[in-house]
């Protein structure tokens, strides 16, 4: 059974950084596109950012583009989004989540989550 274990988040002033994992274990995430969102206080579930089984094709909201980037690293099991220049809009509650078929860009089987909190 997958289990994914996200952590890395905290609190951080405007313009900070900080970089979120994702660890999976249960299941190898290797052939599967895996992604990260994020719910704001009081709002619905945002898809910031995800990337193919390989590696080598991303894709990131515009709201983000520029200072948050995903990568994974499969031979660890793991994903990983750095974030730089953090603003107090990103303050957010983190997820990663897997494809749901292997690239089909439907997930499922979230983490827990992991709370970032930009003070400005």
């Known amino acids: 059974q997958l289990q994914l274990v996200e952590s890395g988040g905290g609190l951080v002033q405007s313009g900070g950084s900080l970089r979120l994992s994702c660890a999976a274990s249960?299941?190898?995430?290797?052939?599967?596109?895996v992604a990260w969102f994020r719910q704001a206080p009081g709002k619905g579930l945002e898809w910031v950012s995800g990337i193919n089984s390989g590696g080598g094709v991303t894709y990131s909201v515009d709201s983000v583009k520029g200072r948050f980037t995903i990568s994974r690293d499969n031979a660890k099991n793991t994903l990983y989004l750095q974030m730089n220049s953090l603003k107090p809009e990103d303050t957010a509650v983190y997820y990663c989540a897997k494809d749901l078929y292997g690239s089909s860009w439907y997930f499922g089987s979230w983490g827990q989550g992991t709370q970032v909190t930009v003070s400005s």
């Open positions: 249960g299941s190898n995430l290797d052939r599967y596109a």
